[in-house]
C-alpha cells in the first residue's frame, strides 16, 4: 500500500499538465471556430489574425514532447472544422455560447498582447532554434483571459453569436446543418 500512494502522485504529476495542455489546445481550437464563424460578417474582417495566433495556441499546446514538434496546417484545419461542427450542434441544440465566445475574444486579445502581435513576424526561413523559441513564446501566453468584469451585458455577445451563425449558413457554400442554422436563429427572433 505504501508503494501505491507515491506511485499514483507520480501519475497524477504527470498526467496534469498533459491534460492542461489538452485542455488549453481543445479551447483554443474552439475559440479559432468561433471566431472562423463570425468572419462570415465583412464587418467581422479585423478578426483574422485572432483567429491565426489562436491555432497557434492550439498547435502549439497539442505538440507532445515525445513526438515531432510539428503540426501540419492539414491537421489545425481538421481540428478547427471538427470544433466548428460540435459548435454547430450545440449552437442548434439550444447551448448559449455567448459567454464562450466573450471569454475567447477577451482570451485572444491577451495572448496578441502578449506575444506582442503589431511586432510579431513569424519567420519563413525559421531554424529549429527559432521554432523553439516561438514555442515557448506561445507555450507561456495566457491561457485564459484575464478580464473579470466586461463592459457590454452577455446579452449584446450572445446577438454577436447569432449574427456569425446567420452569416455563417447564409455562405453559398454547403454549411453543415445550414436549414437548422437558420431554423435556430428565426425561432430566437420570434
Not at 55 to 84: F, K, P, S, W
Amino acid at each position: 500500500m505504501k508503494k501505491i500512494v507515491p506511485i499514483l502522485l507520480l501519475l497524477v504529476g504527470l498526467v496534469s499538465p498533459i491534460y492542461a495542455e489538452k485542455e488549453v489546445a481543445d479551447r483554443a481550437i474552439r475559440c479559432s471556430a468561433l471566431i472562423y464563424i463570425e468572419l462570415t460578417r465583412p464587418e467581422m474582417a479585423g478578426l483574422t489574425a485572432g483567429e491565426a495566433l489562436m491555432n497557434r495556441v492550439y498547435a502549439y499546446h497539442m505538440i507532445d514532447d515525445n513526438e515531432d514538434l510539428e503540426m501540419t496546417n492539414g491537421q489545425i484545419t481538421e481540428a478547427q472544422t471538427d470544433a466548428i461542427t460540435k459548435l454547430t450542434q450545440e449552437y442548434i441544440q439550444g447551448v448559449n455560447l455567448a459567454e464562450e465566445y466573450r471569454g475567447c475574444i477577451y482570451w485572444m486579445t491577451d495572448v496578441a498582447k502578449f506575444i506582442n502581435i503589431s511586432e510579431y513576424v513569424a519567420t519563413e526561413d525559421s531554424t529549429e532554434e527559432s521554432d523553439a523559441a516561438e514555442m515557448e513564446l506561445f507555450l507561456s501566453a495566457p491561457t485564459e483571459t484575464s478580464v473579470t468584469s466586461f463592459k457590454n451585458p452577455i446579452k449584446t455577445w450572445e446577438q454577436q453569436v447569432d449574427l456569425g451563425f446567420v452569416a455563417w449558413a447564409s455562405q453559398e457554400l454547403e454549411v453543415p446543418y445550414k436549414e437548422a442554422i437558420l431554423l435556430k436563429v428565426s425561432e430566437k427572433f420570434e
